[in-house]
């Protein structure tokens, strides 16, 4: 029902991908005690989708709009495409 509302009523009619980044097993203590690094980490994840829609989408100006959810080891990053490509026309 959740991801029913977020769709209908959140949502805006744009294509969008999902990620998620898990931290493995050896290193979850070391968030367990310092939760700042889960900050640390979704901040880390931001970066590389940016650099990455800029070298897919050639242009040093593109932003991709991020949302993104902690869990207790795992960061979910839903990202909005609405970024021009470089054909003028909207990417999917």
């Known amino acids: 029902m959740f991801g ?3 769709t209908e009523e959140i949502l805006c009619a744009l294509p969008h991908r999902q990620y998620v980044f898990t931290v493995p ?3 979850r203590p070391h968030f367990r005690f310092d939760r700042k690094l889960l900050g640390k980490l979704s901040q ?3 970066q ?3 650099e ?3 070298k897919t989408l050639n242009t040093n100006e593109a932003v991709p709009g991020v ?3 902690c869990s ?3 960061v979910t990053m839903l990202v909005l495409r609405s970024l021009p490509s470089s054909n003028g026309q909207e990417s999917s």
């Open 67 to 69: 949302d993104d959810f």
């Open 25 to 27: 097993k050896m290193l």
């Open 4 to 6: 029913e509302w977020i």
């Open 44 to 46: 880390c994840a931001y």
């Open 48 to 50: 590389s989708l940016k």
């Open 72 to 74: 207790k080891f795992s």
């Open 52 to 54: 990455f829609y800029r």
